[in-house]
């Protein structure tokens, strides 16, 4: 089974909009718990224009789904996951001035510090995920951290998608095939949508989860929360 963890970034985006407390970012967390959504997403940054720090450790104590904590390990990242110890952080190589991440791990370059990075997080208890791309050469770098799941970055994927979605998942596929050989689990993020998550998800081996927030806070908009994460739920049935 393939897990659905909602970003909930966008909605504390809406919230900071105005001030005050409106839309409830944890309450917005709760619903979607209540509504099936098998986890929970944040990605704080440093200047805290969505989710804000103190945000995250509201949410740590309500949430009975998986937590996920993404984001750029500088020293105040690393120091609000080792405090709130979420079940899952994924390690982003955002710059703290990103509209949105834009790139996976080099992980050759960076390898040493996400050795470091990954033995910290382990020692805590926490599930670790590096963010990458489809090259195969660095797929294996990132096993070789000791992470126990990469999270692959699906941007490419939903581009291409439209044109031909064939050649969009071809090398997704490769990816998490080799990966899943490496014993790493596989999560994917980024642009997924209703429009291409079921064909990514039926394609895709041994998928553990996916983190949406974008795609699925704007269609709700239009259906409602809770039909919404039935509607991106039924994209990740499993087919016969």
Request: proline share 5%.
């Amino acid at each position: 089974m393939t897990n659905l963890s909602v970003n909930i970034n966008k909605v504390a985006t809406i919230r900071n909009a105005r001030g005050g407390n409106v839309p409830n970012v944890l309450k917005v967390a709760l619903d979607c718990e209540a509504f099936g959504a098998q986890g929970i997403t944040v990605h704080p940054r440093p200047d805290e224009r969505h989710i804000r720090y103190s945000d995250v450790y509201a949410l740590k104590p309500e949430i009975k789904t998986e937590f996920n904590i993404e984001g750029y390990p500088c020293e105040k990242f690393i120091d609000l996951v080792l405090k709130v110890k979420p079940t899952q952080v994924t390690l982003v190589p955002d710059a703290p001035d990103a509209i949105t991440s834009n790139a996976g791990w080099d992980v050759k370059t960076h390898f040493g510090q996400l050795s470091e990075l990954v033995d910290t997080f382990t020692s805590h208890g926490v599930r670790t995920s590096i963010f990458v791309g489809t090259d195969l050469e660095n797929i294996e770098l990132a096993a070789k951290t000791g992470t126990d799941r990469i999270e692959l970055y699906t941007e490419p994927y939903a581009t291409r998608y439209p044109a031909n979605r064939e050649e969009a998942i071809a090398p997704f596929i490769a990816a998490a095939r080799l990966a899943k050989s490496l014993g790493l689990g596989v999560n994917a993020g980024h642009d997924l949508s209703l429009e291409n998550l079921a064909y990514f998800h039926q394609n895709i081996p041994g998928l553990d989860e996916v983190s949406i927030g974008h795609a699925l806070i704007c269609d709700a908009l239009y259906y409602g929360l809770k039909e919404t994460i039935s509607l991106y739920k039924g994209c990740l049935q499993p087919t016969l």
